[in-house]
């Protein structure tokens, strides 16, 4: 343990210090390239160098709290590819868990894709998903292929993205002055001078850029309430590219995306003046970026409105939103749940995990309504059960 600590610890001032030459011959580094080092920094990036997933992780995903998630999410991929037929495709897989249980749920119900891509540009990532995968019946098995890329060719079917939209890097923002003759700044990461911060770096404010300073202003004009001075927070200028390449891809099927965040009105609510910006260190969470470097997941909630509007201006159809606990209903939560507890019948120590992991799932003070999912389809115009019991409107 200890020599993983000093290990780490290394890491972190090797990072640190790349971090800082950059800053010191460039200026501030955007949040969304201090982002991408931190996480993905091919040698000390928390994503690449060491694994956050996980109990000796930073977090834990709703597939590693049961496979009572996987098995919903199985049941609505098994009615989509009903129509679809054609392969699934997950991207960013994590420990393959997922993965796992959603086979093999599609197998008992006798509905498996013709192939399981999964998309990881993580080589750690990929080889312990290649050793859970390995772990099922070949006849599951043999039909999982990893991707470091997109397909080559567009597919029919279901793609899958549990916690990958949060994960994107963010550009932050402070607006200045008086609601409606606000200046847009942004928020840039620079080096701590002398007696300036306990921390090894600051926020800094710079000139927005055109795209950053036109994307705030077309969420000003959208909300229904004016923001105060000196409000700060966050935005994804990736989702629009990121989303047309997913309709590139989908030519034929669903999407489903899981995630937390909120719609737009909620997210960028007067009263959140700090924005979003969360970071989870063994399991802890916290809204400090600039320690743990390199060591700490590092996201920002997702504004499902542009998620949704991105998709609209891709060719994509939005086909339903809805909290986590309100989809896992629609697809068959208090089946799967009951089955389970009659089959651990006279093992109350399992019953009992169970009733716990359904709880974690489900509540509104744990996953239940923090987490939500939207469904994005080309040409697909079947009801969808996961939202059966509530669609939301963007």
């Excluded at 003070?365 to 059966?388: T, W």
Aim: charged share 20%.
């Amino acid at each position: 343990m200890m020599r993983a600590l000093a290990r780490e610890a290394a890491d972190d001032l090797s990072l640190a210090a790349r971090l800082h030459a950059r800053i010191a011959e460039n200026g501030p580094l955007t949040i969304e390239a201090f982002m991408q080092a931190c996480l993905s920094d091919a040698a000390s990036g928390a994503y690449t160098s060491r694994q956050p997933i996980g109990g000796a992780g930073d977090f834990v995903t709703a597939p590693e709290v049961s496979s009572l998630f996987s098995r919903c999410l199985a049941r609505q991929v098994a009615d989509i590819l009903e129509v679809t037929g054609g392969d699934v495709l997950e991207l960013g897989a994590g420990l393959g868990t997922m993965a796992a249980d959603v086979l093999g749920e599609l197998a008992a119900l006798d509905r498996l894709p013709e192939q399981y891509f999964i998309l990881e540009v993580s080589a750690d990532l990929a080889a312990r998903q290649r050793e859970r995968i390995g772990a099922l019946p070949p006849e599951l098995g043999e039909r999982v292929r990893w991707l470091e890329r997109w397909p080559e060719r567009a597919m029919h079917g279901v793609v899958l993205a549990n916690e990958v939209l949060d994960a994107m890097p963010v550009s932050r923002f402070v607006l200045r002055g008086a609601p409606g003759a606000q200046q847009v700044r942004a928020l840039g990461v620079a080096a701590a001078g002398a007696g300036e911060s306990h921390d090894q770096f600051v926020w800094r404010e710079t000139e927005a850029p055109p795209e950053l300073a036109l994307a705030v202003a077309g969420i000003l004009q959208a909300l229904p309430e004016p923001l105060p001075d000196g409000y700060v927070s966050e935005i994804c200028l990736a989702f629009q590219p990121w989303v047309a390449s997913l309709a590139a891809q989908l030519e034929h099927g669903v999407a489903l995306l899981i995630d937390y965040g909120l719609p737009r009105a909620q997210l960028y609510h007067p009263e959140r003046t700090t924005g979003t910006l969360r970071c989870h260190f063994r399991h802890r969470a916290h809204d400090d970026p600039f320690v743990n470097v390199g060591l700490q997941d590092i996201t920002a909630w997702v504004d499902f409105s542009r998620v949704a509007e991105a998709a609209d201006g891709a060719g994509l159809e939005p086909l339903g939103f809805a909290t986590q606990a309100a989809f896992l209903i629609g697809a068959g939560m208090e089946s799967l749940l009951t089955t389970d507890m009659q089959l651990a019948d006279g093992d109350p120590q399992r019953q009992a995990r169970l009733a716990g992991e359904a709880r974690r799932l489900m509540l509104p003070g744990e996953m239940g309504e923090i987490f939500k999912v939207i469904a994005l389809g080309r040409g697909y115009h079947e009801p969808l059960a996961g939202f059966g019991t509530q669609n939301l409107r963007l």
